[in-house]
């Protein structure tokens, strides 16, 4: 069960069923598919917008993760301390009440790992993102109605769910909102004592990268979604075409201020890991390697940072540091409240 209090919507409200099993007359007109739509009206539209089609069942990425584990185990999700977690929160909900807040849900893919079989039987889900597309989300079958709520929220504001939450989890999505400090404070309100807290965020490229990058979001966030998926095909196809160049670049010493280290790169791990986002990979095709693209390019906000800055969040908040996990692409911290 969860209880929300929404502004607007007069006393709390208990949910003791998931939406797609129960109407309630507090939320009519409110309810799509599994989800409540608990927002009047969307401050950041764009955003909104961008990711009702990227998760959206057009797209069908929810799809495409359950069937190809493989291909996903290319992606920061399962190259960070994300698996690891996860076996922990399911291992603790088998015996122990278990709330997990999922904030920016996207299409339900940490949904789909938690309620892998055997479904932990005290594990309670809520999932929460400023899109459309909620209703969309397919719940796993083997899971109980009453351990599955979908929220449109935006995450940037305290999730209107009075009870605390044991683990919150900001899955590579905090750096695409306004103010991402401010979001990180309205994930802390939500956190249990002793509670835990795990967030993935974008890494610092390079200085040319960095740059480029900016250049590109400044004129492609601009476009629509048609018009920026298609460009997206652009960006892929460049990638697809360095791939096959079996040619190497070397560089004879390091360059600090560009940000280049000394030695042997293929090409196109060069231009995308220094120059430009290229992404293709032959597991995903043409489509959703062109999603990967606009994922990256189009949305209006993309902060990336250093786990230092991280870091000195869970310290203010109160939270003590216990992993840190980077690559190239995010930093991941995991913190318990003291």
Known sequence: MIT????GFGSSVKLERSANAASFPQFRGRLSGSSIDLI??????????????QWGASIGFQNFARDNPDAMAYTPSRQLGWSELFERIRERARTVPTRIYDAACGCGLIMDELFRDPVPEQLLYVGADIHGSLGEISVPRNAQPEQIFFLRWDISNPIPVIEPFDFVICRSSIHHTREP?????SLVRAVAPTGRLAITAYAKKCRLRELNDDAIRNEFSKLSNEEALKAAGEFMVLGKALQAVSERLKVERDLEWLGIRAGEYGI???IYDHMIKCWFNPMFGEKLSSIVNFDWYHPTYAYRFDTVTLRNWFAAAGFAVERIIS????????????
């Open 4 to 7: 929300l209090e929404v502004p």
């Open 40 to 53: 009047d009206s969307v401050a950041d539209v764009r955003t909104a917008e961008h990711y009702a089609l």
């Open 181 to 185: 400090a401010h979001t990180f404070g």
């Open 268 to 270: 196109q791990d060069f």
């Open 327 to 338: 690559t190239k692409a995010q930093h991941y911290l995991e913190g318990v409240r003291i």
